[in-house]
T-cell receptor, first 113, second 114 residues
């Protein structure tokens, strides 16, 4: 157990819909990262937040947005969903240090029908 | 362009055998290199992390090596077990202020058969 929690575990929805994925980081971690992993693909970095502020952006679509709240939990919002958005979405958290090690949550499996 | 390439793409070995996975990277400026194990449908779990000055690091039956001059790393698994069946991902961290940006390899899928 990494200490990072994600809800829900599974999500099934239809094209055109909007969903929200939630992540709670490890206690004390200030950074939250979101990743997308499509079937048989590598992890793709989407976005990072640090203490409530956006720190870095990766390959995140304009239809996707995220935020980090004062209690440090984060939400990833996916809108106008397409079939190709079906994937595993992982959240990771870290605290700055020598390794800046990221600890990953169990993921949310999104299926768009 | 910052890239991480892993080989082989997939590997099948018999239980009890050893194996070595390879990782080549072209990330600069280099901060550290880590190996993750990812079971199917689960989040990646860190096995080892090495900085520029570390040549080898072990975690149980897993031993990672790093040659910063040739920009190569390997992950050696000793006496494989069925539970080692997973995807092994090489990840390199570049130094970009405090973003902690990671560059991921595509992973090597290992299957251990009885």
């Amino acid at each position: 157990d990494s200490g990072v929690t994600q809800t829900p575990k599974h999500l099934i929805t239809a094209t055109g819909q909007r969903v929200t994925l939630r992540c709670s980081p490890r206690s004390g971690d200030l950074s939250v990262y979101w990743y997308q992993q499509s079937l048989d693909q590598g992890l793709q970095f989407l976005i990072q937040y640090y203490n409530g502020e956006e720190r870095a952006k990766g390959n995140i679509l304009e239809r996707f947005s995220a935020q980090q709240f004062p209690d440090l939990h984060s939400e990833l919002n996916l809108s106008s969903l397409e079939l190709g958005d079906s994937a595993l979405y992982f959240c990771a958290s870290s605290t700055p240090g020598l390794y800046n090690e990221q600890f990953f949550g169990p993921g949310t499996r999104l299926t768009v029908l | 362009k910052n890239q991480v390439e892993q080989s082989p793409q997939s590997l099948i070995i018999l239980e009890g055998k050893n194996c070595t996975l390879q990782c080549n990277y072209t990330v600069s400026p280099f901060s550290n290199l880590r190996w993750y194990k990812q079971d199917t449908g689960r989040g990646p779990v860190s096995l080892t992390i090495m900085t520029f000055s570390e040549n080898t690091k072990s975690n149980g039956r897993y031993t990672a090596t790093l040659d910063a001059d040739t920009k190569q790393s390997s992950l050696h698994i000793t006496a494989s077990q069925l539970s080692d069946s997973a995807s092994y991902i090489c990840v390199v961290s570049a130094i970009y202020s405090n973003t902690g940006k990671l560059i991921f390899g595509q992973g090597t899928t290992l299957q251990v058969k009885p």
